[in-house]
């Protein structure tokens, strides 16, 4: 089991950039995948981008490719999203994610065995 804690969020200009840190505590931090997951008033809860234990493999949805970077530090146990060009519709709760085996897809939010509390990002247009 892991613990995560997300941090770094809060309001930010159209077009400006945010980093959003999760922190990750307990046995083997580094064999997880982690997904970036964000959820919008009335909408559900989408992947954002995720990383890959071992291989460093990422995966970006759409709406944020080439605006959005994953990255982790398994030294310090943390994962990081670098959020460019944000658009008003970022807008959400972004949540991560662990995911100790991995079953075929990041996609599912049911493959994932721990999520933190999330953070509020705020895009201001």
């Known amino acids: 089991q892991v613990q995560l804690v997300e941090s770094g969020g809060g309001l930010v200009q159209a077009g400006g950039s945010r980093r959003l840190s999760c922190a990750g505590s307990?046995?083997?931090?580094?064999?997880?995948?982690i997904g970036w997951f964000r959820q919008a008033p009335g909408k559900e809860r989408e992947l954002v981008a995720a990383?890959?234990?071992?291989?460093?493999?990422?995966y970006y949805g759409d709406s944020v490719k080439g605006r959005f970077t994953i990255s982790r530090d398994n030294a310090k146990n943390m994962v990081y999203l670098q959020m460019n060009s944000l658009k008003s519709e970022d807008t959400a709760v972004y949540y991560c994610?662990?995911?100790?085996?991995?079953?075929?897809?990041?996609?599912?939010?049911?493959?994932?065995?721990?999520w933190g509390q999330g953070t509020q990002v705020t895009v201001s247009s």
């Open positions: 994610a662990a995911m100790a085996a991995y079953s075929g897809s990041y996609v599912r939010r049911d493959l994932y065995d721990n």
């Open positions: 307990g046995d083997s931090f580094s064999r997880y995948s």
């Open positions: 990383n890959a234990w071992g291989s460093g493999s990422t």
